[in-house]
């Protein structure tokens, strides 16, 4: 069973769309996030929700906008995709307490 | 704001070589720290972590790291490379503030192993 589980693996899009990524974890955490991998492999958290409310919001245009149904659950929007959106997400969980995250295998999207 | 410096961009070494990948971080407190590995158009994994305790972890694959907390430092070891071990290594820091503290990554090193 894969503990971080994201959807789509890749996503091709064009400049102005909307789009949503999801993110599951099976994990029991209580807390999730994501973070975006530039094309030079640098890692940045964006986001992160413990127990459903958000508790970092770095910044990040309001263009993305993260939604947490339930703690298992992290889903990721953007409006607008702007060809300096391509990146690839990532997704992780860990448990509050506890000290590591686990990361899913992230999302390629490409903005043309 | 915590930062985490990761000073070799590219490494290349001949297979048996041995490796050393430097980590510093920025943060006066208590941290806990991470290496990360990246494999080609693969997602991170887990390396080896230190909390607490004894300052040389052992990790998967023959990896080793020191903590230093004099030099703020966690470099990464490993006596012997093989060309499996061609990847994009990540160190990482969170301090040990909380649930709303964060995990910062440094900008990673490339590291390429030739036959």
């Known amino acids: 069973d894969t503990a971080v589980s994201q959807t789509p693996k890749y996503l091709v899009t064009q400049m102005g769309n909307d789009k949503s990524i999801k993110c599951e974890q099976n994990?029991?955490?209580?807390?999730m996030y994501w973070y975006k991998q530039d094309s030079k492999k640098f890692l940045k958290i964006m986001f992160s929700?413990?127990?459903?409310?958000?508790?970092i919001n770095e910044t990040v245009p309001n263009r993305f906008s993260p939604k947490s149904p339930d703690k298992a659950h992290l889903n990721l929007h953007i409006n607008s995709l702007e060809l300096g959106d391509s990146a690839v997400y990532f997704c992780?969980?860990?448990?509050?307490?506890?000290?590591?995250?686990?990361f899913g295998s992230g999302t390629r999207l490409t903005v043309v | 704001a915590q930062s985490v410096s990761q000073h070799n961009h590219h490494v290349i070494l001949s297979e048996a070589a041995s490796l050393e990948l430097g980590c510093n971080y920025s943060?006066?407190?208590?941290?806990?720290l991470f290496w990360y590995v990246q494999y080609p158009g693969q997602h991170l994994q887990l390396l080896l972590k230190?909390?607490?305790?004894?300052?040389l972890v052992k990790g998967i694959k023959g990896f080793e790291a020191e903590f230093i907390k004099s030099k703020f430092s966690f470099n990464l070891r490993k006596p012997s490379v093989q060309w499996s071990d061609t990847a994009e290594y990540f160190c990482?820091?969170?301090?040990?503030?909380?649930?709303?503290?964060?995990?910062?990554f440094g900008t990673g090193t490339r590291l390429q192993v030739t036959l």
């Open positions: 994990l029991g955490h209580d807390t």
């Open positions: 990482a820091a969170k301090p040990n503030t909380g649930t709303a503290s964060k995990l910062t």
């Open positions: 929700y413990n127990n459903k409310e958000l508790i």
């Open positions: 230190y909390f607490s305790g004894d300052p």
């Open positions: 992780a969980s860990s448990q509050s307490g506890g000290r590591g995250y686990t």
């Open positions: 943060y006066g407190g208590t941290v806990n």
